[in-house]
């Protein structure tokens, strides 16, 4: 319900875009909506008083409009609070309401995740991971048709560390026993020998080439080790509640390669330097982009240009989104440049979305892992955490294995979402998990206090008296009928976290509602209209976590 537009089609006056000035009214003694007067007043050459004035008289008649008043150049409109309720509610009752036909037969690529599978996930794939799934979840919600593509990196020199360090210290069965913490253990040990033992160096770059070849001893075996990384990546965004369309990385877009240089060469943008082939982007205020070494091999760029190229070709994609920190502005301007004096005309859908740092507090999560936490440790501590918090709860929980997952998942994931994009945030573990004040278990915990409420409530008639909803109660139903704007608003600024404030105020306001309004309050016809705002806002509320990779909880 667009009440924006229903007050602004009830003003006849001048010819102007009401509809965009108005506003919501800071308290309810000045109405529900407000229409401040002051930008008319320099070009009307009138006082803002006299144009509130002429405004408030002509107002035509409309059933949605209690009253209009006038407050120091203001015009407040009071609404009839119990039709525009009944309006919203019924619209909102299900989550058809939040659905949207806008992408509708467009395809939408994400790439985000990509971690190197020769390391453990660290925190800083966590950012990367969440927004792009948001992002996705987003998209979905206006109809568009999503594609996950994590980017592994899986090629280079140190796999050749691995499976060097797998041959002279390791074997097999202890990596078929211990899985990725063994492969982690061989990497680790081979750099720190190679600080002494320049030999080892070769023996990876050898060991690589192998690879490249496809040797067959040697290949198999990095088939082996990639495939126990990947399991164990999968399991990290499985926590996460992250899944992927597509795991083709650094290894399958090499093998095109050539194409990119017959592209690249077919639009005379090779140029030599110093032995390199690299395109010259200086005229356009960017460093020159080295797309093949002195001694012919690929780089990450070369290797970006032969993804995106199949990917438009496979996916036919309308946008292509690239999630990464900031830190990578420079190399997608350059990759987006590249694409466009190739006369990609796709290059206009590439997109880059750039977040801030995200940290822990210094020495908080200690690693058994190597010196610095990884994801995997940030799991289990906060995962340990929520173990004891629904243990220190004094009634008994069903599952408990699986609320304590799903909140683990929540509280990481809004850890990342509740920030601003491109802020640098740090998560303080212990206060995401206060169940009051703006953390994702006081949001569940908001989520399950509605679902007890339903459980309680026995219809015994359809008699509904929505004037008994009072001005938080009108607060809660306005909020929910904007809350579509929310979602529109986060996916055209990239910004999950738009939708994260807008559920927290939610929450913030049920509860402001709940703790001073009986809700089954022994009045069939009044106790039902606070259901019917209930069931809207559980829907509401659903959608919303949904959205921001947040699990609603039954019971908590």
Request: aromatic share 10%; net charge negative; with cysteine.
């Amino acid at each position: 319900m667009n009440i924006k537009k229903i007050i602004a089609d009830s003003i006849d006056y001048g010819d102007f875009n009401f509809e965009n000035m108005i506003i919501e009214s800071i308290s309810a003694d000045k109405g529900d909506f407000s229409l401040p007067c002051f930008s008319l007043a320099k070009e009307l050459k009138k006082s803002p008083m006299l144009i509130a004035e002429e405004i408030k008289a002509s107002v035509k008649e409309s059933e949605y409009i209690k009253k209009v008043e006038i407050v120091s150049g203001y015009v407040n409109f009071f609404l009839n609070i119990p039709l525009i309720a009944e309006t919203v509610l019924t619209e909102f009752k299900d989550n058809s309401a939040f659905k949207s036909g806008e992408g509708k037969g467009k395809v939408v690529c994400i790439d985000y995740g990509s971690p190197n599978l020769a390391k453990y996930l660290h925190i800083g794939h966590l950012k990367t991971t969440i927004i792009g799934e948001s992002l996705a979840r987003l998209f979905e919600q206006l109809g568009y048709t999503v594609k996950r593509l994590n980017y592994v990196g899986d090629y280079g020199t140190p796999f050749g560390k691995i499976i060097g360090g797998l041959k002279l210290w390791g074997s097999i069965e202890e990596v078929k026993s211990r899985g990725n913490d063994a492969l982690q253990e061989y990497y680790v040990r081979f750099n720190k020998e190679e600080e002494n033992n320049p030999e080892l160096s070769q023996m990876a770059r050898d060991i690589f080439k192998k690879i490249e070849e496809k040797d067959a001893e040697i290949y198999p075996l990095y088939e082996f080790i990639i495939n126990i990384a990947k399991e164990d990546c999968k399991r990290m965004f499985d926590l996460l509640g992250v899944h992927f369309d597509d795991w083709r990385g650094e290894s399958y877009y090499n093998n095109y390669v050539e194409d990119t240089r017959a592209l690249l060469e077919s639009k005379n943008l090779l140029v030599d330097s110093q032995g390199a082939k690299i395109v010259d982007l200086t005229s356009y205020d960017l460093t020159p982009a080295v797309i093949f070494k002195s001694d012919g091999t690929s780089l990450y760029v070369t290797r970006d240009i032969c993804a995106v190229l199949k990917r438009k070709a496979e996916y036919n994609f309308d946008k292509m989104i690239y999630v990464t920190d900031i830190a990578q502005i420079l190399n997608f301007k350059q990759l987006f440049k590249i694409m466009e004096l190739a006369g990609c005309d796709f290059y206009k859908d590439m997109e880059h979305v750039a977040y801030g740092r995200f940290s822990l507090p210094d020495g908080k999560i200690s690693s058994r892992r190597g010196k610095q936490a990884v994801l995997v440790d940030l799991i289990e501590y906060t995962l340990n955490h929520a173990n004891e918090v629904i243990a220190d709860r004094k009634f008994e929980i069903e599952n408990p294995e699986d609320v304590a997952k799903k909140v683990t998942r929540a509280v990481i994931n809004y850890s990342v979402l509740k920030t601003e994009r491109i802020k640098d945030s740090v998560f303080e573990v212990d206060k995401a998990f206060a169940f009051d004040g703006e953390t994702a278990p006081y949001m569940q915990y908001t989520y399950t206090r509605l679902a007890s409420i339903l459980r309680k409530y026995t219809e015994t008639s359809t008699e509904c008296d929505l004037s008994a909803l009072n001005e938080d109660a009108f607060q809660i139903v306005k909020m929910i009928n904007s809350f579509n704007d929310a979602i529109s608003l986060a996916l055209t600024k990239r910004d999950p976290s738009i939708v994260s404030k807008k559920l927290i105020d939610l929450c913030k306001a049920f509860n402001k509602y709940y703790n001073s309004t009986k809700i089954l309050d022994g009045n069939i016809a009044s106790t039902n209209a606070k259901i019917k705002l209930i069931r809207a806002l559980k829907t509401t509320l659903s959608v919303g976590f949904n959205l921001i990779c947040i699990d609603t909880l039954e019971e908590m």
